[in-house]
């Protein structure tokens, strides 16, 4: 209680100080994975194939295996509908897969089915909670199927997201910002060893995406919880993620680690020079430096590996070409991910 | 055991702390009260007109005479009933009605009993307004409402929560599919019950209070005009534990379509099963099919007598082995379905 206590003291100042930079997941070697999910597939079916898993249907999860270290904050990127929510549904034990097993230190979420949920937090796409009643009802309600938590904790919980001016309303009046809120109080407040978050910052206010990414940060750090979370937002994916998963049409794609996004982003770059002769610019570059370059009217786009950017210039001017303008576009993570879902 | 205890008291609370149950509990408390009201007033118009079955009754009649000039009267309309003299229309009483009359009646001779005196299950007798006809009566018609909301409840709890996801905010608690969909059908079915047995105790203090507690003894029938006659209290404790039985069945059969189909589809469904029960009991009553009889709970009462066999064909304990077999089998494919089930 008291250590709960302090996390709330804690986490109260550094909400509103700047992000620090996270240096603690550099290396990820995973020794032995703490959530482990292995080959999961899942077909949506209608009707009686459902039970004869046969027949067409709409692919969610094909062969997924991936193996998440204990205190790792581990996000899932993909295009609506690659299955994201599918994959956390089957973690939790929402959807039930057609083959394929998941394990989170040593238990079996089929077989150990109330041991392995009691050690999960989650927030599952939109949060829905009874709208006839409170907010302060909803949470003693799950708090009850939790096994029963004191009190105070809820209420540490609901100061924590700062929902204490309206918990006493009904839910049916939240903004979908405040529901959020309250999906996440309701996530975090048994203490889980697996957060899991669906989608956690959409709706809230800038305040509330630093509010969360820092509380994100606060329970990895203090308490060692793994984090597994979805979003679309990807700064918020580069900023907090330790490894990202890319997905698409239901496949695991890549599985990067935050070292990798990062040389990824920095080794390439655009270059958009805008010149009087962008054509024999174009072929100087290509023919000297064999990179790929592009023509726009009077613009030529030019994609740079490595450095040489001050050589490409250089070698324009001596060619007596003229440069009106020099812009460098390092690669974001937003091509990278498009690239990779492609 | 102690997750079910846990997650059916939550959902008791639930229950009884929402609007819509109180909002039920008026509304079939105030039909209720209506029907009563009608009642006291038909007693007091009918009160004054003579006996019809017996024309002058200034005669005075021994409980066994009387019996016997009731019995000579039903036979003489029997055989007209039956040569075809007369056309029995719907809504009029039934040959097996008027067999089972002259049954009585008999039953009536050889005891010794006064045939004024006594009462049928779920028909207001009419001319011998009784605390425990008026007890056993409004009953049936509480219990009838107190069905009909189990169904919207149950509706409400299971595919209701499906639907708009707060069930997906439940299953992601250590609570196993299993525990939770017993303990939302065991709190839908203890808090309906509970409602159904506060009224029965409120109708009979209403009936000790407008009828003085006269109390007749209640009479059964069987299918094969077998009497037995039963204190009347003994009568609503059976009338209690039928429609307890009637309950767990409608409620079961809500849950259970609540896996397969919408909210929706979970309460029209069921809806309209029950509010057509009788109509397709009396439907399918000509087909000589046997278990039609186990829609209208009534019947189950005719148990009681020496043979036992409330339906043409099928004892008591057929009725309820039957039934049992029902209720596991739907049960069963339920909690496999809802296992297998992908929540939204």
Request: net charge neutral.
């Amino acid at each position: 209680m008291e250590e709960f206590s302090e996390l709330v003291k804690a986490a109260q100042p550094e909400v509103r100080s700047e992000a620090k930079p996270e240096t603690k997941a550099e290396n990820y070697e995973i020794k032995e994975p703490y959530l482990s999910i292995k080959h999961v597939s899942k077909v949506f079916r209608k009707g009686i194939s459902r039970l004869t898993k046969k027949g067409d249907g709409i692919t969610a999860l094909d062969d997924v295996s991936l193996d998440i270290g204990k205190g790792e904050i581990f996000g899932i990127l993909g295009p609506n509908g690659a299955g994201k929510s599918t994959l956390i549904k089957a973690v939790t034990g929402l959807v039930v897969p057609d083959s394929g097993e998941v394990k989170l230190g040593g238990l079996d979420c089929k077989k150990d089915k109330e041991a392995f949920m009691a050690k999960i937090g989650a927030q599952i796409e939109t949060p829905v909670f009874f709208n006839k009643r409170t907010g302060w009802w909803n949470l003693n309600y799950l708090a009850r199927l939790q096994g029963g938590l004191p009190e105070q904790r809820i209420r540490d919980i609901v100061d924590i997201v700062g929902l204490t001016d309206r918990i006493n309303t009904r839910v049916g009046t939240y903004s979908m910002g405040m529901r959020q809120r309250l999906g996440i109080a309701q996530a975090i407040m048994h203490k889980p060893e697996l957060l899991i978050l669906d989608e956690p910052i959409n709706g809230l206010d800038p305040d509330g995406i630093v509010q969360v990414r820092e509380l994100i940060r606060k329970l990895r750090d203090e308490y060692g919880t793994t984090v597994l979370f979805s979003s679309h937002i990807l700064g918020e994916m580069q900023t907090l993620c330790d490894r990202v998963a890319f997905i698409a049409r239901g496949r695991l794609v890549a599985v990067k680690t935050k070292k990798e996004i990062e040389q990824g982003l920095g080794d390439t770059s655009i270059l958009a020079i805008v010149c009087d002769e962008p054509n024999r610019a174009g072929a100087l570059v290509g023919e000297k430096f064999g990179f790929r370059t592009k023509v726009q009217g009077t613009t030529l786009y030019v994609e740079v590996k490595g450095g040489n950017i001050a050589e490409i210039n250089k070698t324009l001017i001596e060619n007596g070409i003229s440069v009106m303008s020099f812009n460098v576009k390092t690669r974001t993570l937003e091509e990278m991910y498009k690239e990779l879902t492609k | 055991m102690k997750g079910f205890f846990t997650v059916f008291s939550l959902e008791c609370k639930k229950v009884f702390s929402s609007k819509g149950f109180w909002i039920f509990a008026i509304v079939i408390l105030a039909l209720c009260l209506i029907i009563t009201a009608t009642f006291s007033w038909l007693g007091e118009a009918l009160e004054g007109m003579d006996d019809s079955v017996l024309g002058d009754t200034t005669v005075e009649l021994s409980p066994g005479e009387m019996a016997e000039a009731y019995r000579l009267q039903l036979n003489e309309y029997l055989a007209l009933v039956e040569s075809g003299q007369v056309e029995v229309k719907p809504g009029d009483t039934t040959e097996t009605e008027l067999r089972n009359m002259i049954a009585i009646c008999e039953y009536c001779q050889e005891h010794g009993v006064d045939i004024n005196k006594l009462i049928t299950l779920g028909s207001l007798g009419s001319l011998n307004m009784s605390s425990s006809d008026y007890v056993t009566t409004m009953m049936q018609v509480a219990f009838s409402f107190v069905i009909i909301m189990a169904i919207v409840l149950a509706a409400r709890c299971f595919a209701g929560e499906l639907e708009d996801g707060t069930m997906r905010m439940q299953l992601t608690r250590p609570v196993k599919r299993g525990v939770l969909l017993s303990a939302k059908y065991t709190a839908t079915f203890v808090s309906s019950m509970t409602l159904g047995i506060v009224f029965t105790v409120l109708f009979m203090v209403i009936g000790a209070i407008a009828f003085n507690g006269t109390t007749y003894d209640v009479v059964l029938v069987d299918a094969y005009q077998n009497v037995a006659v039963i204190n009347p209290y003994a009568a609503i404790c059976l009338l209690v534990l039928f429609n307890a039985v009637a309950l767990a069945v409608v409620i079961q059969f809500t849950v259970f379509v609540g896996t397969f189909f919408t909210k929706t589809g979970s309460l029209a469904i069921p809806l309209v099963l029950y509010l057509f029960a009788d109509t397709v009991a009396a439907l399918l009553y000509n087909t000589g099919i046997p278990f039609v009889g186990l829609f209208t709970n009534l019947n189950w009462a005719a148990g009681l007598t020496p043979t036992g066999a409330p339906i043409r064909g099928m004892s008591i304990y057929s009725m309820i082995a039957v039934t049992t077999v029902w209720f596991a089998a739907m049960t069963a494919i339920n909690h496999i379905a809802f296992e297998k089930r992908d929540l939204k």
